[in-house]
């Protein structure tokens, strides 16, 4: 069992034990509907049971001081966030750009190309190092595929701690208002024109969302590529490689927004970790538009 199903087999014994999931909120607000436990209760009524059967035979015996104890330090025990995670106060933030695998019927995974929208699939959210990230997929499809990982799409102030740390002045992921060219994988221009032409009066949506766009050498790279684009909380390429969608409801246009720049421009809309587009639908994507997962940190961290 890898490190995924490991974690997520402590949480839900500890979810079936009766731990709760951590104070539910995060530091920063404008968080996505939280996809962690509902906190339902799974004890049975058995004051209930006792009248409709007389006696209750299946109720479990008295909960003794051990019992709780014994409960009360799994809870304690239960690390705050999966391991390909970073914890920073409240909430769990993807140490890489996300990539995705599409989920079966059966509930069984298959590998999805970063390079492909994703269509009709059905696909979870991952994050490793060494990986082609998911390009060409859309907040809606973004935020699908973080809560079939039991996660969410991060908030603003979220991205932006995870991005700057804590230094609030900082631009960038290597601090300071100073942009240092090569660092991030940013400043490369768009690659539309290799493939399509310079005139983009004929570029259409079709071509913007062309596989070839993001396998071109020098363009697109693997997560964690880029030793130097590293925040102080090991947090990697949120400045450059693909834009980030974030949870921002659609405002008043039916926009979203995303962060953090791509690999052609991370400077013109903000810069580094100001950067933010505005102009698009959440049902939008294009080669440049990619995603990474956040959720609430729980258990005693």
Known sequence: MGADGVWA???LAAAVAGCGSGDGG????????DTSPDGTSHVADAPTRAMDAGVDHASPPPRDATTTARDAGADAALPPCPPEMVHIEAFCVDRYEAYVVNVEPDGGESPHSGYDVIGDASVRAKSAAGVVPQGYISQVEATAACEAAGKRLCAAEEFALACRGPDAGSYYPYGGETHLPGDCNEGKGSEMPLLF????????YADFNDPRLNQIDGGLARTGSYPKCVSPYGVYDCVGNLHEWGSDPADQNGHGRFRGGFYGDAEENGHGCLYVTSAH???YHDYSTGFRCCRD?????
């Open 297 to 301: 940190a729980t258990g005693g961290g």
């Open 197 to 204: 032409g310079s005139n983009a009066a004929d570029w259409t």
């Open 281 to 283: 639908a959440l049902t």
């Open 26 to 33: 995060t530091a920063t607000g404008d968080a996505s509907a």
């Open 9 to 11: 087999t402590l949480f």
